[in-house]
């Protein structure tokens, strides 16, 4: 019997909570994370038959706490072990919570565990790899799925980025502050890959950007009050909002100019417009809050045509002040593009070729400015080189599509 999509949403998010607790009490990163993988499958073979306990956190623990300690167990001389852990353990370790008993989860422990998983000693896959199996609770093999790599190799990426957290104080750190923008970055990469996947047969990852979302909620909820958090999450749910009409009835891109509106997930729309303008009431805005505000304009256009592209290009000469990143600057030449003309927008691009020209996205944006400019043989070109770039397939097909409809 399998577990029903509430049951798993449970195990997931009990799963970051359990790991916090564990290794606070314990330490041994690795282990304990094995262990509450161990305990997360227990309980989904075991609660199909037997039901949800009352209290599946103080389950889970307890469980997690066996298999550590078994663990434990086999590493050393078992009398030592046992007096070591015995020394370690609070009374209750090994005891569930009775049942209804009012124990608050620490869900402070989800975001000590996202700044452990974006430690700086790690590269952004490693930090985006763990923080999926650590704090997202994705298997190995769901997380090589996802980033199209043996699952060997993502066994290895993940073992890597343990070891150079081993040791690390379980813990908030003391200049957290500095820490969370690598936090929001690891996130929004997570989202970035979910909702439009940079290599592959489908053109969306949904459990990737799914998970995105409700992990940057999690933090949300933990730090309601920061401006920059919101803002994250309301650009995911801005964006997020659209991607039913993202493909067509085979798979195949559908631009965002030409998509149903209809489609569009409102309520998704009118919470992300809600946290954005909450946040920018706040005071100073900071680039996730910019990029959300873009997509708000987007998603609150009536129809394409209607779109305020003055306002849009006013929000992007803010955002590339604080932020001037090529892609930045490329959204930028777009909105330019939208305002002043194409020729206006096409004179932005020649200098993001030395940062951008060995990817398919300058090439793309080109293609579609030197459509509008007229010049469709140029154009033609550029749709093909893009197609050429890319490795994900529906935008392969879209391109090498745009290219042949301005074939004589």
């Known amino acids: 019997m399998g577990t029903t999509p509430e049951t798993e949403d449970l195990l997931r998010r009990h799963a970051p909570q359990v790991l916090g607790a564990l290794v606070r009490r314990y330490g041994h990163f690795d282990s304990a994370e094995e262990a509450v993988q161990e305990a997360l499958l227990a309980a989904a073979e075991q609660w199909p038959r037997t039901g949800v306990p ?41 005891t569930a919570p009775p049942p209804g008993a009012d124990r608050a989860p620490r869900e402070d422990d989800t975001l000590t565990l996202l700044f452990l998983c974006c430690h700086p000693d790690l590269t952004p896959p490693a930090q985006i790899a763990l923080t999926l199996r650590a704090v997202g609770g994705l298997t190995t093999a769901e997380i090589a799925r996802a980033h199209l790599v043996p699952e060997a190799t993502m066994a290895q990426r993940i073992s890597r980025a343990k070891q150079k957290v081993r040791g690390v104080r379980f813990g908030r750190p003391d200049n957290w502050e500095d820490r969370l923008p690598a936090v929001l ?23 990737l950007a799914g998970e995105a979302i409700r992990l940057t909620r999690t933090v949300h909820r933990l730090l309601p009050d920061h401006g920059e958090v919101a803002g994250l999450l309301a650009l995911m749910l801005l964006t997020d909002a659209r991607r039913d009409a993202r493909t067509g009835p085979h798979g195949e891109l559908v631009p965002l100019d030409e998509q149903d509106r209809d489609r569009w997930d409102r309520t998704a729309i009118d919470e992300g417009v809600a946290l954005v303008t909450r946040a920018l009431s706040r005071g100073h805005a900071g680039p996730y809050q910019l990029r959300a505000a873009i997509a708000a304009v987007h998603d609150e256009a009536p129809s394409a045509q209607e779109t305020d592209w003055q306002e849009i290009l006013g929000l992007y ?8 990143g090529p892609v930045e600057r490329l959204n930028r030449a777009v909105a330019v593009a939208m305002v002043r003309g194409p020729r ?10 030395d940062e951008l020209g060995a990817g398919h996205r300058l090439d793309a944006v080109r293609g579609h400015l030197l459509e509008r400019a007229g010049a469709y043989d140029e154009a033609r070109t550029a749709y093909e080189a893009a197609a050429d770039k890319t490795l994900s397939l529906p935008e392969q097909r879209y391109l090498h599509a745009r290219a042949a409809r301005l074939r004589p």
């Not at 970055?185 to 459990?207: H, K, M, P, V």
């Not at 000469?317 to 001037?324: A, E, Q, S």
């Open 54 to 94: 009352d209290n599946p956190r103080g389950w889970l623990i307890k469980v997690g706490a066996r298999r550590l300690t078994d663990m434990l167990r086999a590493e050393e001389a078992r009398r030592a072990r046992e007096e070591k852990v015995a020394a370690l353990s609070p009374r209750d370790a090994f």
């Open 185 to 207: 970055q690891t996130l929004y990469l997570i989202f970035n890959e979910g909702y439009t996947a940079t290599s592959g047969a489908s053109l969306q990852r949904r459990d």
């Open 317 to 324: 000469d803010v955002l590339t002040r604080l932020v001037p």
């Open 344 to 353: 206006a927008g096409l004179a932005e691009l020649g200098e993001l070729e």
